[in-house]
């Protein structure tokens, strides 16, 4: 469904009191009693999952499975699937500076690109009381994934060229796929560039701020909106060229203190997070979850421009009665 979507992030920034935004589909599984790997391999069951969360929880949007194994897969990555897991990468595929020039950039409906396409088209059918975002890895996130997640961070410095070779292509590609998002009807994506959070803020500024602008400014618009996410370590010392990027939101990991991350963040942006998607969606019990949100809530609600968030996708197997919790205590803060 079409809408204004820089008016629908005006009204949430506007808006005393805030629907949470979590990034929660994964947890659909239990709704639907099916593994991850059926989830995965079904665009009917994906759309259908959505929005069987959609209509158990009030949330701002609703937000597609944040899978980062799907772009690399295009590219030959190995995938580890498991039932109750979500999608990995393992290994490799390109090692030195002929095989970073002799890859080739994927067509879009490669791999599994068509199946979840496909997935937003119909859940944009079934969710229309909400904007509906796709969700789409970052370009460093996905290099890293292709060179491997450690062996790019000392690329970065020993053979810069073939990092930029890699993410020229990834990125390339990125803007085909939200592209494809955008025609099959999405009001956004949330591209997840956890990767980067892991860099010095001058390697930040050099190898990923730059190409996630070339999506933003390729795919961004009034009707199309990117929200930037990353859960690394390094956020609020890299925040500038994360701002830098132009993203219409951002969302970080629970890694870092959100109340100091909202020092940095200009009060006409929105910023969501974080409470821990592991420790308390997963593994947390109901008391807990609502106080880890209370917290949060009470050190970020100052700042009109805050959006409470988990701090990253929440696990499949999470409790959904943890998940209930969460919003119950979002409306709690918000009521007392």
């Not at 496909?118 to 996905?142: H, M, N, Q, W």
């Not at 410095?157 to 494809?180: N, R, S």
């Amino acid at each position: 469904m079409k809408r204004n979507m820089r008016q629908w992030l005006n009204e949430l920034h506007a808006a005393p009191v805030k629907k949470a935004l979590p990034i929660l589909s994964f947890p659909a599984v239990q709704l639907m009693d099916i593994s991850v790997k059926e989830l995965i391999a079904d665009s009917e069951k994906q759309a259908q999952g959505m929005k069987m969360v959609a209509d158990r929880i009030d949330a701002a949007a609703a937000v597609s499975l944040m899978d980062l194994s799907v772009e690399a897969e295009c590219f030959g990555s190995n995938i580890v699937v498991s039932d109750d897991e979500v999608p990995t990468v393992k290994g490799s595929v390109v090692t030195d500076m002929d095989e970073a020039e002799a890859m080739e950039v994927p067509a879009i409906g490669s791999g599994r690109t068509t199946i979840y396409i496909d997935a937003i088209k119909k859940a944009c059918e079934l969710i229309t009381d909400r904007p509906v975002f796709a969700g789409i890895i970052g370009p460093y996130s996905l290099a890293g994934r292709l060179l491997d997640v450690t062996e790019i961070m000392f690329l970065c410095y020993d053979e810069p060229e073939m990092v930029e070779v890699v993410l020229d292509k990834v990125t390339e590609f990125l803007i085909a796929y939200g592209q494809a998002y955008k025609d099959a009807g999405a009001n956004g994506i949330m591209m997840a560039e956890p990767l980067a959070g892991l860099l010095s803020p001058a390697l930040a500024e050099e190898f990923s701020a730059p190409y996630v602008k070339r999506v933003v400014d390729a795919l961004q618009d009034d009707n199309f909106l990117v929200v930037y996410h990353n859960c690394g370590d390094n956020t609020i010392q890299m925040i500038d060229s994360i701002l830098s990027t132009g993203s219409a939101a951002y969302h970080f990991g629970n890694t870092i203190s959100m109340a100091e991350m909202m020092k940095h963040i200009p009060a006409d942006v929105v910023a969501m997070g974080n409470v821990d998607p592991a420790a308390e969606f997963r593994n947390g019990t109901v008391e807990s979850i609502t106080a880890a949100t209370h917290k949060v809530m009470e050190e970020c609600c100052s700042y009109p421009n805050f959006v409470i968030s988990s701090g990253c996708d929440i696990p499949p197997m999470s409790n959904w009665e943890n998940i209930d919790a969460f919003f119950a205590a979002v409306d709690s803060f918000y009521n007392k």
